[in-house]
């Protein structure tokens, strides 16, 4: 008999919330900004705009990792997903100085449904 698994994939739970250093400068190719009170690397990077990708936010998929140019961060609790040196996964990762990110705003697509796109001027 064939048996059935279903997984659920949460966002990883400390004993503790992550604090990070919220006054630590955030530097990447496109902006310098601060985190704000309880809010991940990963979460900061998506406020103010920048392409990184995601799944799980808890360090299992390893799908946001972003190389860091200067700088350091630590874990409460190690990642499962491969760290490479000179990567951080910033969605649980804990910022404890000043940092530069290999990363960029996301781009400006056009919204190919506006019909005013199409229309002639």
């Given amino acids: 008999m064939a048996e059935i698994f279903d997984f659920v994939f949460t966002p990883f739970q400390t004993a503790f919330p992550i604090q990070t250093n919220h006054m630590a400068l955030i530097s990447t190719h496109d902006k310098t900004f601060q985190l704000q009170q309880g809010e991940t690397l990963l979460e900061g990077l998506e406020r103010t705009g920048h392409e990184v990708e995601y799944q799980c936010r808890s360090g299992y998929c390893g ?7 200067d700088g350091k961060v630590s874990y409460d609790n190690f990642p499962l997903a491969f760290v490479a040196p000179g990567e951080i996964l910033p969605c649980c990762c804990r910022v404890i100085e000043d940092i530069k990110l290999d990363c960029r705003e996301r781009i400006k697509e056009p919204d190919l449904f506006d019909v005013d796109l199409f229309e002639d001027k």
């Fill in 63 to 69: 799908s946001c990792r972003v190389k860091i140019l």
